[in-house]
């Protein structure tokens, strides 16, 4: 594979995923992920920062989720808002498409106590993005909070969800019942 070719993050991702289960995630390098891919060392630290971040994706869900609540109606009321970045996340990355990926991704993470704690960073992270969009949108403070919890929730029973079906299943509509689900127990609780 030529080191011009697009995708670059894209393709040591894949690189990494498939050395990390072939070898282990801690007996893999930089290099070695960056010769799988076709790629220099200095190509694989443009895009991440480490050999953790590699499927992480550097970030971007992030963006993702906090462009989403920003682009949310006005009207929306936080939870909506949230919904709507869901949405987003699966029209853009759990795709039927990446739905593989995404299970060897979760099998890899799951075997590594680095991967592990390096995803609940992530996730502490995500929950901050989204507080703070809220907050943007001129929502109270706890609330943002809150919502941003109990959109972080919905999300992980999604995935849970999505992962164990077999079949095209949309994120965003499993998504979308997991934030009904988690709003009804609340009410429970």
Excluded at 24 to 43: F, H, M, P, W
Excluded at 91 to 102: G, L, Y
Excluded at 151 to 173: C, K, N, V, Y
Aim: charged letters at 25%; glycine letters at 6%.
């Amino acid at each position: 594979m030529a080191r011009w070719e697009p995708n670059a993050a894209e393709r040591l991702a894949h690189a990494a995923l498939d050395l990390f289960a072939e070898r282990g995630y801690e007996n893999t390098t930089v290099i070695d992920i960056a010769q799988r891919a076709g790629l220099g060392k200095s190509t694989f630290f443009r895009h991440f920062q480490d050999k953790r971040e590699v499927l992480f994706g550097g970030g971007a869900m992030d963006g993702l989720l906090v462009e989403a609540i920003a682009a949310a109606p006005a009207t929306a009321t936080p939870l909506e808002a949230v919904a709507h970045a869901l949405d987003a996340a699966g029209r853009e990355v759990f795709t039927p498409a990446r739905r593989e990926f995404i299970a060897r991704r979760q099998a890899v993470i799951a075997a590594n106590p680095e991967l592990r704690e390096r995803e609940a960073l992530k996730n502490l992270a995500l929950i901050a993005s989204m507080t703070d969009a809220l907050r943007q949108r001129g929502v109270p403070d706890l609330t943002a909070r809150v919502a941003a919890e109990l959109g972080a929730l919905a999300s992980t029973i999604a995935f849970e969800r999505w992962s164990r079906t077999a079949t095209g299943d949309d994120f965003s509509e499993i998504a979308r019942q997991a934030l009904d689900d988690v709003q009804a127990s609340t009410s429970l609780c």
